[in-house]
């Protein structure tokens, strides 16, 4: 097998794309946002992206067949609008910084030829306590862009994200620089234990003004109810503990979902 | 020395071989089941694969001899049955992510040129807990095989094993896949704690009938007792220490065998 | 995208130059001082350097816009003296050993096409507590420069540093050593738990006297203070918890700057 | 640069080579034992051996002068005896399992070329605790030279070392193997804890005798007081201490020398 392997099931022609990545990261916000909004627009995968830089694994469904762990590519077409759209999802980020560096430029690679000029990155900030009203924090590749997503709402916060932006959603803005395109990364506020629907809504909330569409919520929200729900159950069995119970609690959660 | 090198002592001829791997990994079920096998049928070694994607490292033999780790292909020619068997054994699966890939991909491409078409790979589904009637779990690559696999009394149960399959069992049913090849996963239940020959036992019980041969299960059974005593052994020790001793115990034992 | 990938925006010309690296590290020593220096001496930003060896980031700034990780190429062009000079400095060095090797030598091949003869590179010496009078440290390539670097006020002191030089400070002059080119490290003593613009300026101390330049300390004096009083507030801090907090204070204040 | 470098200063015409590899290992048992006979047999050096599978480090020396990492070849012509011999030495293994194995066979390679059809690689057996009387333990490539090592002295103990030789003793083994030499393994029990030239001594009594070399080991001998003192030191500071100090002592030890 070659270190990144590509099949395409469908080369589609497509006009004047925006690429929008959704990848599994912080409070799986970016993955959450992408799925949701491929499910609403009924886009149709057209390519399987697997590697060595991925992790060795096959995932099971439910009916007990398997595959390998890879990101997908979906396509939707929009007549009457200026632009169609291409998608990024999947299983995982690539395992090592080789690895990320190798899969963003090779995804940027297929992109390019499909004509895409701007890309929208999708994520989570996390901020490390609840958030009420997550706000939508942004990064772009020029100063145009970040006046345009302000008059969308993003907020442009001088030290946020302070550290940057690590994996996928940062690289694929700052290699697709490189390949002159447009980039911004959508960062919805979250607390970071949990995977948060409430922060993929946000952030969606944003995209679908620039995308000029308009979707349903309601798939998000009941997983928000759900995974609140999971908590209020675990903050119950928090209370009821032993006052010494060592940590651990608050990262536990990290891992649901 | 090349990045994984077969030396192969001879070059079988075989009727439609079904291909077993078992190398080590939860309660080290996949290697014990498919070592027993290949002992029961006289199976005969026909190529040895080293890397530098294994440990680096020797293993000492009783008589002060040593070999490098190495996975190990043996093939059993069966008259008057409609397949042969290949099986995969060996002392490490590979140590990164990339070596996991480029090992199983490698053993593809030498198992596709020896005529197989069906993989079984064997392993243990680490459930956390001591378990009286372990079950065997089962993934495939195709719904049909999944019935028929039911049919030898395999479990197919939603959501387990939730994380999807590590490793080379996992891989090779995945990556077999693309090159046309029918793969089934079967996983004993196993605390995770121990080797453990019952588990082994447990997924020979459903291999057998596949394979339409007859063993004997005495080996394993001799191995079984004798963890066994070893696990009262240290429970007893661990009754006697000091109550406030500091976790760890049940970890320790995981090391064993 | 090539492992290592150079973009030049120029190629200067330069009269023999210094090379000086300043690449973040221990204290952010060597760091601080190139930059001070680039600001002081005006210097032209000619090469940027991206990498798969760099963590997989895109760095935020002010205004909302990204750029890749990076390692940048400086040069001052200096009339009526004998040396022009270039600089190295950057966000990171390369994550893994073999990052840190190819990015070395990749910069070497660089720095020799432009004619430089002689390296200095710029780092601290964490010493594990406070430090009124820090003394820079030195090592090189050869015993005429150790006397040379003697005259300077530099400190050769048997035994220190005792671990050798880890990173591209210390791999800049060994493979420099290589390319025949004299190379001289110059560590600032600090505690090594704060980015330490004091230790900065002692390196700066005597490198200016090398490059025959009078610069400004102001600006590197203020990040002092600015670092004086949060360490200040850390330790009111630390005075009013619990006696009993179990440590880790002191390494939180290393990730400060 | 080349992922392994050799730089040869001499290419020297041996007479039936034996191959002595010693680099730093449990106790550091391997890398004295061979530094102390290529001392006694004053041996020439012939090669340096850099890499970026090696740590990103210079060496300083007492002078404040600095050298990269290396390992390093030596050979002693020996008028009158049927055996010349060469060396490996150098300051670390190869860092990661990728690194060891491309090392190890390197080193092969040339000392094939050398003509070597003998192996003896230098090593501690750890056993965890203070040691009286070490033995040698061995390991061969084959039954005869095991025969032939147990008239020596050297020890085959079926189950030591239970889990196998890593790192570049047992890779070159291993390898050698393959090239066709005939090697040996010997490894001085030490406790692990402390570098230990007694064991390093225990070794090199069976070498010689291998070797029909006299050589003197009151070098050996004046360091192993010297880590006596030490230890004998912090034994004291122990016991001072209040006697709820969580352990790490024994391990901090380690890392002496």
Known sequence: MQDIEVSFSEKPVLNDPIFIEGLPGVGNVGKLAAEHLIEQLNATKFADIISKYFPPQVIVNDEGVI????????????????NDIVFLVGDYQGVTPEGQYMLS???????????????????????????EKPRVLGAATDAALVDEMKNLGVVFSKGEPGSGIVGASGL?????????????????????????????????????????????????????????????????????????????????????G
């Open 172 to 256: 694929l803005l700052g290699l697709g620089k490189l390949y002159g395109m447009q980039s911004v990364c959508l960062m919805g506020e979250t607390s970071g234990y949990f995977v948060d629907p409430r922060a993929a809504e946000v952030v969606l909330e944003v995209l679908v003004k620039e995308l000029d569409v308009q979707i349903d919520y309601e798939a998000l929200r009941r997983k928000a109810q759900q995974i609140d729900r999971i908590t209020e159950r675990l903050k119950d069995m928090e209370t009821q503990q032993a006052p010494d119970t060592p940590g651990g609690r608050r990262e536990d959660l990290g891992y649901i």
């Open 105 to 131: 430029d090779r995804v940027l690679t297929i992109v390019k030829e499909l004509g895409v000029n701007r890309i929208f990155t999708l994520g989570g900030y996390g901020i490390g306590k609840m958030v």
């Open 67 to 82: 595959r390998l762990v890879s990101n997908e590519l979906y396509y939707v077409k929009r007549e009457g609008r200026s």
